[in-house]
C-alpha cells in the first residue's frame, strides 16, 4: 500500500522501515480494530477507542452554531453502523464523494444530486471495501431539506450533522457505541492515511457508478 502524507509528523519520518512496516501492520488496540485505510502515531497520543461525542459546528455563511455527533467505531460494526445512519437523512438524498488520492490535485468534491437512497445503498455496498479501506476516500450523504447530513470521512469517522441527533445517538447506542465525554480522536494527533493505486481504480469506478462528474466546490451542510 502506498502511504499518503499529509498529516504525517516527525515521529513516523524518522522510524527505521522495518519498525514503521511493524507500526503499520498493527490493526487491534484491545478490542478496537481499525480498518486498513488510517493508522495513529507512532506514540499513540491518541490510542485508537470507540465510542461518539457531541462537538459543535460553525457555519461560515450563515454564522450559526450548532450541535453534532462524532463517532468512532471498530472494524466490525462500522459499515453496518454507516449505512444504518444514512436511514436518517431521508429517501431521496444528494451524495458528495471525498477524494486525495492525487497529491497535486489536492483534495476534491465530487456532488451527486439527487439519488434514491436504496439505490446509493445498492451501489456502495459493492463498493464496502474501497470506503472502509482507502485511507484517501470519503463520502457525504445529506438532504438540504431537512437539513441533515451523515459523513463517513477518510479516517473512517461518522459524523453527523443537524437534525436527527438523538435517533443518531440511539442507532449508536444499538451497535454499543456509547458516549465518551470529551473523547479524543485520531484526528486530534499525529495519524497516517493508507491507500493504493487498486483503490484509487475502485474509486474512479463508483464514482462512474453514482453518475458523477469531478467537481472542486461542496457547500455541504
Known sequence: MNNNDHSLGNSLHELDDDVFEQHLSVSCYGDFELTDAI???YSLDVR???GFDYRTYHDKKTHITSPIIIASASREKLWDLFMDLIEITGDEVDVV???SHNCMAGHIDIHREGIDLPVLQS???DHEELMLNDGNTGIAVLNPEKPTEVQ???HKLLYIYGVGLDVAAEIL????V???KNMRFITQAEHIHLSSEEFEQQFHTLKQALGMEDSDSYDGY
Do not use: G, Q
Not at 447506542?173 to 454499543?176: G, L
Open 173 to 176: 447506542n444499538s451497535r454499543k
Open 39 to 41: 493508522r495513529p502515531s
Open 97 to 99: 464523494l471525498e477524494a
Open 178 to 180: 456509547f458516549y465518551r
Open 152 to 154: 463517513f470521512d477518510d
Open 48 to 50: 485508537p477507542l470507540e
Open 123 to 125: 451501489i456502495l455496498i
